[in-house]
Nanobody, 124 residues
Framework: EVQLVESGGGLVQAGGSLKLSCAAS????????IGWFRQAPGKEREGVVC????????HYADSVKGRFTISIDNAKNTAYLQMNSLKPDDTAVYYC?????????????????WGQGTQVTVSS
């Protein structure tokens, strides 16, 4: 069974940093666009960053540009999200996803693989 498992979430003060990890099993990262989404209470799931598999271009949400950085270790089949200068508005459940393409508005696409999510809470 294809599986993505996130880790690294937690509670941090505003201005602090966290690094999330996403480990994949039963498929190869290199075949997919890899991204991170987040969902805050009462809000829709929103894209944070996505990296296309063909050109490696990173697409960041404006709200996290300059603060968050995605990296992928294909040898370990693991993706990371380094989050710096965290703000209370960054509080959400963060999900890792392996997608066919980044530019896909259908978050229920059966060809995508989602992790279970990890909670990030930023206190003011």
């Amino acid at each position: 069974e294809v599986q993505l498992v996130e880790s690294g979430g937690g509670l941090v003060q505003a201005g602090g940093s966290l690094k999330l990890s996403c480990a994949a099993s039963k498929f190869t990262f290199e075949d997919y666009a890899i991204g991170w989404f987040r969902q805050a209470p009462g809000k829709e799931r929103e894209g944070v960053v996505c990296v296309d598999s063909d050109d490696g271009i990173e697409h960041y949400a404006d709200s996290v540009k300059g603060r968050f950085t995605i990296s992928i270790d294909n040898a370990k089949n693991t993706a990371y999200l380094q989050m710096n200068s965290l703000k209370p508005d960054d509080t959400a459940v963060y999900y890792c996803v392996a997608r066919v393409i980044c530019e896909n508005d259908d978050l229920d696409d059966p060809n995508d693989h989602w992790g279970q999510g990890t909670q990030v809470t930023v206190s003011s």
